[in-house]
């Protein structure tokens, strides 16, 4: 298994930035991508960016230009680095692991961390 931790988010204003940070525990060695969703009130989750062991990175077309997603692998830790933000960017957002082992493909999430943008 693989355990997520989150940390950052807050409150910011628009055209604010924020940094949210996730590191993973556990069977690190399983995970194939990291990545980072979002889900707004009334919304269903959505991917926000996510990057694989390989480097290859995927961005929403809403974040793109203005999320920076990173990957450390030493640290088994994902960032989003999130700038010129939008009060359309506030939602709750969720760490993902994308992982194989020998019984398959499993997905890990965090608990979430609350990100607000007032306008």
């Known amino acids: 298994q693989v355990q997520l931790a989150e940390s950052g988010g807050g409150l910011a204003q628009a055209g604010g930035s924020l940094r949210l940070s996730c590191t993973a525990s556990?069977?690190?060695?399983?995970?194939?991508?990291m990545g980072w969703y979002r889900q707004a009130p009334g919304n269903q989750r959505e991917l926000v960016a996510d990057?694989?062991?390989?480097?290859?990175?995927r961005y929403a077309d809403s974040v793109k230009g203005r999320f920076t997603i990173s990957r450390d692998d030493a640290e088994n830790t994902v960032s989003l680095q999130m700038n010129s933000l939008r009060p359309e960017d506030t939602a709750v957002y969720y760490c993902?692991?994308?992982?194989?082992?020998?019984?398959?493909?499993?997905?890990?999430w965090g608990k979430g961390t609350l990100v607000t943008v007032s306008s």
């Open positions: 556990g069977h690190v060695y399983t995970i194939n991508a």
């Open positions: 990057i694989t062991s390989g480097g290859t990175i």
């Open positions: 993902n692991a994308d992982t194989h082992d020998y019984t398959g493909p499993m997905d890990y």
